[in-house]
Nanobody, 127 residues
Framework: QVQLVESGGGLVQAGGSLRLSCAASGRTFSSYIMGWFRQAPGKEREVVAAISWSGISTYYADSVKGRFTISRENAKNTVYLQMNSLKTEDTADYYC????????????????????WGQGTQVTVSS
């Protein structure tokens, strides 16, 4: 089992940047595919980005391509989400998620495909 703790959320003006971090417990972090999801009020949780266990393969939602970057440091049991050029529509609670296994055959973008979740960190982008 793995526990996930997100940090780095906050209030930022449109056009600004934030970096979210997700620290994972346990000694098998490199055996997990990691994802960042977000959920805005009244909306369903949606994938933002995902990264393979090795960090070589990444996936981005169309809405964040070119602005957000997902990365991981397996030695530190941490996954990051660098968010640049933030827009008001990026306002949401952001969640880190982990999926067991090293399947590199495709990107995992659905909520039900992940096994563990953090508590979330709030990101508010003001105009």
């Amino acid at each position: 089992q793995v526990q996930l703790v997100e940090s780095g959320g906050g209030l930022v003006q449109a056009g600004g940047s934030l970096r979210l971090s997700c620290a994972a417990s346990g000694r098998t972090f490199s055996s997990y595919i990691m994802g960042w999801f977000r959920q805005a009020p009244g909306k369903e949780r949606e994938v933002v980005a995902a990264i393979s266990w090795s960090g070589i393969s990444t996936y981005y939602a169309d809405s964040v391509k070119g602005r957000f970057t997902i990365s991981r440091e397996n030695a530190k049991n941490t996954v990051y989400l660098q968010m640049n050029s933030l827009k008001t529509e990026d306002t949401a609670d952001y969640y880190c998620a982990a999926r067991r296994g090293r399947d590199n055959s495709r990107a995992f973008t659905k909520v039900l495909e992940y096994d563990y979740w953090g508590q979330g960190t709030q990101v508010t982008v003001s105009s």
